[in-house]
């Protein structure tokens, strides 16, 4: 009897024990949820490719001036602008003036009577500076030497404090295409003029550069480019002309493309003289097309791609440009708006 109180007890002991570790037990953890699709969605926008080369920013070529039988005995300053009916240096002590138009002083206005182009660039000039010379005849080559040009021409010599002579000797005038700047000076006073005095270059800042023929066929005239400033600062432009070179004889490589671009406002660049620079060119571009993501495609084992819906259905779309991060689709059923899954 003892010993089976004995056991009753000892087995109601162990079933509390058995109780209490059951109820400290932690619970099971409950299976994890599956993870959320991450997602994105179709937009239309506008898609561009662009490509980045090095440029030299400056004030393009440059022209070589000489002049005629002398001495040097004044030059012109560098960065010193040209201006019509001024004095841009001196030979002999006497000035040489600038005049503008199409064909240089080829030979001496000194009789009453000549007739040519260079006689029509003499009237346009001093006409300009406001001195009459009568009517000049459209046609160039009808221009006369007329005195009443003569008499123009000595009231102009007095206001330039020379020799009123009424002629006018090659050598007195340059006769410039358009307003340009001194861009350097090479020779020295007292060296001979008829040896290189200085160079010319326009006065409007313009990015150069030469490409092989094979990577220039996207650039045309007039095409909008962007110069990119040594601070990063995007500078609006255009092509402005395109030049086939010859390919150099001596070493076989292809010919190349010389190609001028100028912007579109000259004072964004006003500040810098000369300075490399970046030309950034679209090569690519679409506008009012649907784009997703590159995560957001799926590559199909059959070929081709697809996107995935939140549902977790396909959508077998065609591809288009690709740009950066983003691409161009299409298919049925794909619209602005359209929610897709992307990856992770």
């Known amino acids: 009897m003892r010993r089976t109180i004995i056991g009753a007890a000892v087995l109601v002991v162990v079933i509390i024990a058995v109780v209490l570790v059951v109820r400290a037990r932690p619970p099971e953890p409950s299976a994890a949820p599956p993870p959320a699709v991450k997602t994105t969605t179709v937009r239309k926008g506008d898609l561009t490719n662009t490509r980045t080369v090095q440029a030299q920013l400056g004030f393009g070529a440059a022209r070589l001036v000489k002049g005629a039988a002398g001495t040097v005995t004044k030059l012109p300053?560098?960065?010193?602008?040209?201006?019509?009916?001024?004095?841009?240096?001196?030979?002999?002590?006497?000035?040489?003036?600038?005049?503008?138009?199409?064909?240089?002083?080829?030979?001496?206005?000194?009789?009453?009577?000549?007739?040519?182009?260079?006689?029509?660039?003499?009237?346009?000039?001093?006409?300009?500076?406001?001195?009459?010379?009568?009517?000049?005849?459209?046609?160039?080559?009808?221009?006369?030497?007329?005195?009443?040009?003569?008499?123009?021409?000595?009231?102009?010599?007095?206001?330039?404090?020379?020799?009123?002579?009424?002629?006018?000797?090659?050598?007195?005038?340059?006769?410039?295409?358009?307003?340009?700047?001194?861009?350097?000076?090479?020779?020295?006073?007292?060296?001979?003029?008829?040896?290189?005095?200085?160079?010319?270059?326009?006065?409007?800042?313009?990015?150069?550069?030469?490409?092989?023929?094979?990577?220039?066929?996207?650039?045309?005239?007039?095409?909008?480019?962007t110069i990119v400033r040594p601070d990063n600062r995007p500078v609006p432009a255009k092509v402005t002309s395109l030049t086939q070179l010859a390919a150099p004889a001596e070493n076989g490589s292809g010919p190349k493309v010389d190609i001028v671009v100028t912007p579109d406002n000259p004072a964004d660049v006003a500040d810098l003289d000369t300075a490399p620079v970046r030309l950034t060119v679209t090569t690519e571009s679409r506008t009012g097309v649907l784009t997703v993501p590159l995560a957001a495609l799926v590559a199909l084992k059959e070929g081709g791609y697809a996107v995935q819906l939140p549902s977790g259905g396909l959508k077998a779309v065609q591809t288009g440009l690709y740009s950066q991060d983003k691409v161009e689709i299409s298919g049925d059923g794909v619209v602005d708006g359209l929610e897709v899954v992307t990856a992770q």
Do not use: H
């Not at 300053?77 to 600038?98: C, I, M, W």
């Not at 003569?150 to 090659?170: D, I, N, R």
């Not at 307003?179 to 040896?195: D, H, N």
């Open 77 to 225: 300053a560098t960065g010193q602008a040209t201006e019509l009916g001024k004095e841009l240096y001196r030979v002999d002590d006497q000035p040489v003036v600038v005049f503008f138009g199409a064909t240089p002083l080829f030979r001496a206005l000194d009789t009453p009577g000549i007739k040519g182009s260079d006689v029509a660039v003499v009237m346009d000039n001093l006409a300009a500076l406001g001195y009459s010379v009568g009517t000049r005849p459209k046609d160039v080559t009808k221009a006369e030497f007329t005195p009443r040009v003569v008499e123009a021409l000595k009231k102009w010599q007095k206001a330039l404090g020379v020799e009123q002579t009424g002629t006018l000797a090659p050598g007195r005038v340059l006769v410039l295409d358009r307003p340009m700047r001194v861009g350097a000076v090479k020779a020295q006073l007292g060296e001979p003029a008829t040896e290189e005095l200085f160079e010319l270059t326009p006065t409007t800042r313009l990015v150069t550069l030469q490409l092989p023929v094979t990577e220039a066929g996207v650039l045309k005239a007039d095409l909008p480019v």
